[in-house]
């Protein structure tokens, strides 16, 4: 069993539509991260979230500790939102990270 | 600031031959961070470093080696290639694990066979 697991696999939708990818993890964190892989394969870093609800233009993180469970919303989505999105956990006990195996998303005009 | 930087972008090796992905970051960050991706699956961490002298295993560390005598460089070091070593290599840097943003470098593809 995975320690991250993120869902959808895959998602396509249209442009201007609202988008919410999910993220469960089974460790004890002491930070959560979205990643995003570009179709070129580089990654940069959206969010670090330890607590709450982050906001970067229209991109929107959440966490809820308690049940485990993040989410990384996109408003009003545009194809250059095309990519792959990854969340990460680092455990709380030390520097180890573990990754989700990423959410395609196709953002059709 | 050119940020993470990798070399080589990609590579083939022939089983057994060995090599060393170069990885320098000119941000000052103490942490550093070498991770394989393998299609279909999550990135996995290899090896870690919290400081120049300082290195430490991660999920998957069996065949590579690190050291780390710079706080700008931290070399990951393939000695016996296997053909279960290909794949993408991302580094990546930090400047602390609480102010965890990572880094990434563009990654190198490496090919075994």
């Known amino acids: 069993k995975n320690e991250v697991e993120q869902s959808p696999q895959n998602l396509t939708a249209q442009e201007g539509e609202f988008i919410t990818i999910n993220c469960s993890y089974s460790v004890g964190i002491s930070a959560l991260h979205w990643l995003q892989q570009h179709p070129g394969g580089g990654i940069v870093s959206l969010f670090m979230?330890?607590?709450g609800k982050k906001k970067h233009g229209r991109l929107i993180a959440t966490i809820n500790i308690q049940e485990k469970h993040s989410s990384l919303h996109i408003t009003a989505s545009h194809p250059r939102d095309s990519a792959v999105y990854i969340c990460?956990?680092?455990?709380?006990?030390?520097?180890?990270?573990?990754f989700g195996t990423g959410t395609s998303l196709t953002v059709i005009p | 600031n050119a940020g993470v930087t990798q070399t080589p972008k990609f590579r083939i090796l022939k089983i057994g031959q060995s090599m060393t992905l170069q990885c320098t970051q000119d941000m000052n960050h103490n942490y550093m961070y070498w991770y394989r991706q393998d299609p279909g699956m999550g990135l996995k961490l290899i090896y870690y470093?919290?400081?120049?002298?300082?290195?430490d295993k991660g999920e998957v560390p069996n065949g590579y080696n690190v050291s780390r005598s710079t706080t700008e460089d931290f070399p990951l070091r393939l000695e016996l290639a296997a053909p279960s070593q290909t794949s993408v290599y991302f580094c990546a840097s930090s400047r602390g694990q609480g102010a965890g943003e990572q880094f990434f470098g563009p990654g190198t593809r490496l090919t075994v066979l």
């Open positions: 979230l330890s607590s």
């Open positions: 990460a956990v680092r455990t709380y006990t030390g520097n180890q990270f573990y």
């Open positions: 470093s919290v400081g120049a002298g300082i290195t």
